[in-house]
């Protein structure tokens, strides 16, 4: 009878140990994390009411180390339409009263100007445009993020809130670029040539805003919110 007892007894201890181990966050457990470019992306939201303006890929660096998450690294890029318009790179990585991780650095809005000349004679032609220029400019802002990821891949949202005072040239840098659709795991066939061929066949699926039903017409003030889907694989300290 006591075999019995001590038997079923050692099952519910190893039973409560199984669901402790499943309960408890990966990320906040153990190994590192990096970035899967191809599957990541930001979503750029303004206003209050969160008017979605599009969405674009993110490039850059992650890592996240759940043993010393103070060590973790986040330097990232924003790319829409292939071009660089902002980046951050982190400087400082905390632990929140919650359990997130707050990350702290500098977040950089870079844009192209063209010099407009106008000539007021008799024989204006219209409008010269001098060298492209890039500006920059670059204050500091905080993403936080949740350590809940499982398994050999996962996804986490880093979000940022920017308000107007704290960086006043970002809201209408966003508002004026040129967001066009995300693309992920693209392929493109070349079909055969015949008197219906129209070029290479190309699929894969569209990231697009969200935009439902109540959407907004218009954003409802200068916040920029920031949401990063970041897509995320273990790493294999043996491949390092």
């Known amino acids: 009878m006591k075999s019995k007892v001590a038997l079923n007894t050692r099952r519910i201890l190893l039973i409560l140990a199984m669901a402790t181990l499943v309960t408890v966050p ?19 939201l303004l206003g209050a009411n969160a008017f979605n303006i599009g969405v674009a890929r993110v490039g850059g660096n992650v890592e996240l180390d759940a043993a010393e998450p103070t060590n973790s690294v986040l330097d990232l890029s924003i790319d829409p ?13 905390t632990r929140t009263r919650d359990g997130k991780l707050a990350v702290s650095g500098e977040l950089t809005l870079s844009r192209v100007v063209r010099e407009v000349i106008l000539n007021t004679a008799e024989d204006y032609y219209g409008p ?6 890039t500006q920059t400019v670059t204050h500091e802002v905080t993403f936080v993020l949740p350590m809940s990821a499982r398994g050999e ?3 986490t949202t880093a979000e940022a809130n920017i308000f107007p005072e704290s960086f006043p040239e970002l809201f209408a840098a966003v508002a004026d670029a040129n967001w066009p ?7 493109c066939e070349m ?3 015949d008197e219906n061929y129209a070029g290479a066949l190309c699929y894969g699926t569209a990231v697009e805003p969200d935009r439902g039903e109540d959407y907004p ?17 273990r790493e294999n300290p043996e491949q390092r």
């Open 81 to 93: 339409a292939g071009g660089k318009l902002i980046t951050f790179q982190s400087r400082s990585a």
């Open 26 to 44: 990966a990320v906040a457990k153990e190994g590192k994390w990096k970035l899967d470019a191809d599957h990541s992306t930001a979503r750029i």
């Open 181 to 187: 659709p995300v693309i992920q795991d693209k392929a």
């Open 128 to 133: 010269v445009y001098g060298e492209p220029i």
């Open 217 to 233: 017409d218009a954003p409802q003030g200068n916040l920029v919110t920031i949401v990063l889907k970041l897509h995320l694989t």
């Open 153 to 155: 891949q996962a996804e």
């Open 191 to 193: 079909p055969l040539a």
